[in-house]
């Protein structure tokens, strides 16, 4: 096993234990303060936090990265998040607005260093003309990362229902802190750490197929989120009359399975190059969420339709998720690619904060419809600005 497979593990790893406790806690926090009678757009706000510092993070987190390596943003990330774990164990009493908000707020940093830190660290572990290897190696991550996110959403629904909102926490955040004692040891020193000396005003990228990727990766997660994050867990509940169980196993099984095409995104796209899968891809998934709000209005079966459309949406989104990420990281500069990806997956953040503030709003005044006509209007935008990536700088995915 070379040393550069070893470090892919590692790295794969963290980020694995890492995703299990985001997603578990992203469900509980849904399906408890649901229970406890919130409103949609309130539980939507609990999040607001979690999106806004991780728009925040990635900037900082990618010039932090270049300049103490991306070894030690790896590991704060893991140390944050049992930080913000052990906030939500407190009393009942103490479990505020404010309270759960900074606890999220926390988490939102832990998960982007986290996240920019893994993303980064695999471009510098694949050599440069391997482009067929790095687009299999981020595909991969981020794949058996959304796995294992679903996993978590039924972990969630689980624990909140055998051990409580506090009971559950506090298991999460013991075996995140185990892993966290164990990255320390075994992450490779000074990853990822710039050889010239980063300065904060790179932390703004000056490529273009950089900025113009970040605003279709903005679209695109919001295009998600705007009725997957709140809208559809409330409507999955109060429509279908779903237990918190059955909610968060079918989440659950969407991600795990959106996962999974991530996984086999480059032997579904072929060797096809450049702008071309990012826009078509992209204008495909469009058709989904109209589709679904189509035969909303029409009357016919919502358990067909959603369940149905859900699907179909989980597998072009995937496909067109792992092609983003798969561009960012090859279009990314190879000393300093901390920065690169951190301004990426800055606009990442970005859209999920407008996806989960819509979420929350639009289906308490619309209705899961209007969600819907919103995320088919937003994924038509990224694939109108993908159409706007360089030609010259596309790379080829051959080999694969």
């Not at 164990?89 to 832990?110: E, R």
């Not at 067909?304 to 092609?323: D, E, Y």
């Not at 990314?332 to 690619?337: F, K, P």
């Not at 209007?377 to 030609?391: D, I, K």
Request: proline share 3%; with cysteine; hydrophobic share 55%.
């Amino acid at each position: 096993m070379t040393p550069a497979i070893r470090q892919y593990l590692v790295i794969t790893g963290n980020y694995w234990a890492f995703t299990l406790t985001d997603g578990a806690l992203r469900m509980l926090v849904v399906l408890h303060f649901h229970q406890l009678g919130y409103s949609p757009l309130e539980i939507a706000l609990l999040f607001i936090f979690y999106e806004f510092f991780g728009v925040v993070t990635n900037l900082v987190g990618g010039y932090l990265g270049a300049r103490i390596g991306l070894n030690r943003t790896m590991n704060l990330g893991l140390f944050l998040q049992v930080l913000a774990l052990g906030m939500l164990a407190v009393p009942a009493a103490m479990l505020t607005v404010p309270w759960v908000m900074a606890a999220q707020a926390l988490s939102g940093i832990a998960k982007d260093l986290n996240k920019m830190s893994a993303k980064s660290g695999i471009k510098l572990l694949v050599p440069d003309e391997q482009q067929g290897k790095l687009y299999k190696w981020v595909a991969i991550l981020t794949g058996s990362k959304n796995t294992l996110k679903g996993v978590g959403f039924f972990l969630g629904g689980v624990l909140l229902m055998a051990a409580g909102f506090k009971g559950a926490v506090i298991i999460m955040g013991a075996g995140l802190l185990v892993v966290w004692l164990a990255s320390l040891f075994l992450l490779k020193q000074e990853l990822g750490k710039s050889k010239a000396k980063a300065k904060f005003t790179d932390i703004l990228s000056k490529s273009r197929a950089i900025n113009v990727l970040s605003a279709a990766r903005l679209f695109l997660f919001g295009a998600r989120d705007v009725w997957f994050v709140v809208a559809l867990p409330v409507y999955l509940h109060t429509v279908f009359g779903w237990d918190f169980w059955k909610v968060g196993g079918f989440m659950a099984t969407w991600i795990i399975g959106y996962g999974f095409i991530q996984t086999i995104a480059p032997r579904i796209t072929g060797n096809m190059e450049g702008k071309q899968p990012a826009v078509l891809w992209a204008a495909a998934l469009a058709v989904i969420p109209a589709a679904i709000a189509i035969g909303l209005m029409a009357g016919w079966s919502p358990q067909v339709v959603v369940i149905g459309g859900l699907l179909l949406f989980g597998v072009l989104f995937a496909i067109n998720s792992s092609l983003h990420s798969y561009l960012i990281v090859s279009y990314a500069r190879g000393d300093g690619v901390s920065l690169d990806v951190g301004f990426y997956y800055m606009s990442n953040a970005a859209g999920r904060l407008l996806g989960t503030i819509l979420s929350g709003w639009v289906y308490q005044a619309y209705g899961l419809e209007a969600c819907l006509w919103i995320s088919a209007g937003l994924v038509a935008m990224a694939a109108t600005l993908a159409s706007g990536l360089p030609e010259k700088q596309a790379r080829q995915t051959k080999q694969i």
